[in-house]
């Protein structure tokens, strides 16, 4: 997938979006215009996700008819050759080895998207026969292909939360003060340790984290808990728009992220200490910061965790084969890996409806999403038995590690 974006000041800020280009580099001319109606609300991530999906379906049906074939048909309302290229979509989906979500969801997207463009056509044909002509392909495309679905293979794909042993070797590896910390410089050491903290114990995704202003912190003190309690709220500040520079802007992903998440007094003591003297005094709001004095970026998390997993050892890498069909760490590995512990945890004092609906509270999931459901098996593996969060948490090394002055 190929994006382009307008940078000047003259153009709205619909334009400066990123839009899907074709391989000589013009745009996909109906999923600009998808874009700007439909998902145009959505966040930086999700839209990105959803026009891979799109143009998914836009290679395909070049490979199959050539350059510009689908929107040649599209604006053409040329409702039997849509309806042609549909099924063809459909059969080389279905007869993939592999079928996941993403393989579904690449179907349903690309369904949507036509049905929405077909709509958007007939609602602005005047001629009162063609209208009910261009009703009528809405309904025919609803009911022979909006119904169909990609069925998914039966094996289950792998939770991807991270044995007991491999976090270890992440906190071992990731100590600020670890002689066999890959990164050389502080404030690196202080963005991977912290970023890792805010992924695997509050399960915020990377554009929560990158968006956390400087005095994300909060602090009250709880009379029926009799000591100080500490959050953050995940939101987006609207006065900080202007002010953030960075090409891929992170984002809220949806109305039910907007949250507030509950943190321990170590990770409050730690992101305190990192805002006075790792920090340093950037012209910008936001927390993390690099060593250029920018907001940190999602190429930058991912630069981390390249580095991170180049360092991780042969047993470890092992491990995460053996267990998940891979050899790398994710930041939402980690996020995931909060969800079984956390389930696990509740488990033990709630039952199972109430402790899902907390995790929809905690981690930013509408109330109606079934998320949570994907952990419940989790918590009954024996590599996942034990709930070790509490044991890094009262560590007091932790605390050690905590700098008077730099």
Request: aromatic share 12%; hydrophobic share 40%; glycine share 4%.
């Amino acid at each position: 997938m190929a994006y382009k974006r307008f940078e000047s000041e003259r153009f709205s800020d619909i334009l400066k979006k990123p839009i899907l280009t074709d391989s000589v580099g013009l745009p996909r001319y109906w999923v600009v215009v998808w874009s700007s109606f439909a998902i145009h609300n959505l966040a930086h991530s999700s839209e990105t996700k959803t026009l891979r999906y799109i143009d998914a379906f836009y290679v395909f049906s070049e490979e199959l008819c050539g350059l510009g074939y689908l929107d040649k048909i599209l604006a053409n309302l040329d409702i039997s050759k849509i309806g042609e290229l549909l099924e063809a979509y459909f059969i080389s989906l279905q007869n993939l080895d592999e079928i996941n979500s993403s393989i579904s969801n690449k179907w349903d997207y690309c369904v949507a998207f036509v049905q929405d463009i077909v709509k958007y056509l007939s609602g602005n044909i005047i001629d009162e026969y063609n209208n009910k002509q261009g009703l009528s392909h809405i309904n025919y495309l609803y009911e022979k292909y909006g119904q169909l679905k990609i069925q998914e293979s039966k094996i289950p794909e792998p939770l991807r939360s991270l044995p007991s042993s491999v976090v270890k070797e992440l906190y071992n590896l990731l100590d600020v003060d670890s002689d066999i910390n890959p990164f050389k410089r502080p404030i690196s050491r202080w963005n991977t340790f912290i970023i890792f903290r805010f992924a695997l114990h509050c399960g915020l995704r990377r554009g929560e984290m990158l968006l956390l202003p400087v005095n994300a912190v909060k602090s009250e003190f709880d009379n029926n808990l009799g000591k100080i309690r500490y959050w953050i709220n995940v939101t987006k500040i609207d006065e900080y728009a202007d002010l953030d520079k960075r090409h891929n802007k992170p984002g809220i992903k949806t109305s039910s992220s907007y949250r507030s998440v509950p943190i321990s007094e170590i990770t409050a003591i730690l992101i305190q200490s990192y805002v006075e003297n790792i920090r340093g005094k950037p012209n910008h709001p936001f927390l993390l910061n690099t060593q250029k004095n920018t907001p940190l970026s999602h190429e930058a998390i991912s630069y981390y965790f390249d580095i991170i997993n180049y360092m991780l050892p042969f047993e470890v890498k092992l491990t995460l084969s053996n267990g998940l069909r891979k050899e790398t760490v994710d930041p939402h590995d980690l996020r995931h890996t909060c969800a079984v512990v956390m389930l696990n945890r509740l488990l033990e004092k709630h039952s199972m409806d109430e402790s899902l609906q907390q995790m929809r509270a905690f981690f930013g999931w509408s109330r109606e999403s079934d998320m949570p459901l994907k952990y419940a098996r989790a918590v009954f593996e024996d590599r996942l038995a034990s709930v070790w969060m509490d044991i890094f948490d009262d560590h007091i090394e932790l605390i050690r590690k905590i700098p008077e002055g730099i």
